[in-house]
């Protein structure tokens, strides 16, 4: 783990309070918690949805297979202009990022 700046063992000295003493793995370990805990709050970079209704607590969206036809191919890149629909923006994400993601396609079978 590379060093993210003073740990806490630069935060607490030996005899900084009497009878308290903290140890090199209990410091390391302080530091690594706080580390995790900080770095894993929201930041728009480890989102996945950029732009689809942002105004909403949670993106649902619901089909009927009746309503469905033969074939129905869905967004799961989040990049799609036509979102839920694939418009193949997953193409450009892939390319700009190294992701692999493609859409979910739904097909009827012909008997």
Known sequence: MASQGPGLSALIKPGLIPGFKVS?????LSTYLLTRYF????????RVNMTV???SPKVVHSFDMEDIGNKAVY?????????PYC???HTKH??????????????????
Do not use: M
Not at 39 to 46: A, G, I, L
């Open 24 to 28: 090199k793995v209990a410091a390391a």
């Open 39 to 46: 770095s894993s709050q929201s930041s728009p970079e480890s």
């Open 53 to 55: 209704n942002k105004d």
């Open 75 to 83: 967004c799961r890149c989040w990049r799609s202009k036509k979102f």
């Open 87 to 89: 418009d193949g923006a």
């Open 94 to 111: 892939n390319e700009e990022t190294g992701d692999n993601v493609g859409p979910l396609i739904i097909k009827k079978k012909t008997p």
